[in-house]
T-cell receptor, first 112, second 115 residues
Framework: GAGVSQSPSNKVTEKGKDVELRCDPISGHTALYWYRQSLGQGLEFLIY????????KSGLPSDRFSAERTGGSVSTLTIQRTQQEDSAVYLC??????????FGPGTRLTVT | AQSVTQPDIHITVSEGASLELRCNYSYGATPYLFWYVQSPGQGLQLLLK??????LVQGIKGFEAEFKRSQSSFNLRKPSVHWSDAAEYFCAVGSLIQGAQKLVFGQGTRLTINP
């Protein structure tokens, strides 16, 4: 079946602009996660959604970052007033209850 | 709080040689442990996972890992590496929160294979 998809695959933006990154999880997966992978770094947890529960936003690095999950499916990660340090690959993952995470291909964000 | 340490940032081995990638975790309860691989230009792929039971876990592509509670370790092994194993390897520890796995990843180990 179809895996997790993300769009765009690449995004170049100017410092100070807002960006939106989209994630389509695997159908039926109740949990959705956003991670960030900076150059030469590991994966940094940002936020996750589980069903109708309040999202765990504990990993968001600043109030410029926010995320929504509409209808329990598609999610959008928004970064306002982008900074150069926001340049990274943003990875989305989804899972069924208690199982492994399935990752998408990522969105490479470059802030110039 | 959970944490994962992968002590080796970069490892180089010859094709056909054995491999062991180290992973140490910190977690207050029985952990869920994972190894993921990220090949160049590819997404993250699950190699294997440990939830409970047999402490020696078999994964895909000939990899295995052993959970050692006394050492808080979950090292990844392969008896004979292939050139296609060159990639970045991530160890992760997870906790079930409201039915969902919240994973904390290590910094990764980059594996280079010499011909």
């Amino acid at each position: 079946g179809a895996g997790v998809s993300q769009s765009p695959s690449n995004k170049v933006t100017e410092k100070g602009k807002d960006v939106e990154l989209r994630c389509d999880p695997i159908s039926g997966h109740t949990a959705l996660y956003w991670y960030r992978q900076s150059l030469g770094q590991g994966l940094e947890f940002l936020i996750y959604f589980q069903g109708n529960s309040a999202p765990d936003k504990s990993g968001l690095p600043s109030d410029r970052f926010s995320a929504e999950r509409t209808g329990g499916s598609v999610s959008t990660l928004t970064i306002q007033r982008t900074q150069q340090e926001d340049s990274a690959v943003y990875l989305c993952a989804s899972s069924s209850i208690g199982t492994r995470l399935d990752f998408g291909p990522g969105t490479r964000l470059t802030v110039t | 709080a959970q944490s994962v340490t992968q002590p080796d940032i970069h490892i180089t081995v010859s094709e056909g040689a054995s491999l062991e990638l180290r992973c140490n975790y910190s977690y207050g309860a029985t952990p869920y442990l994972f190894w993921y691989v990220q090949s160049p230009g590819q997404g993250l792929q699950l190699l294997l996972k440990y939830f409970s039971g047999d402490t020696l876990v078999q994964g895909i592509k000939g990899f295995e890992a052993e959970f050692k509670r006394s050492q808080s370790s979950f090292n990844l092994r392969k008896p004979s590496v292939h050139w296609s194993d060159a990639a970045e390897y991530f160890c992760a520890v997870g906790s079930l929160i409201q039915g969902a796995q919240k994973l904390v990843f290590g910094q990764g180990t980059r594996l280079t294979i010499n011909p």
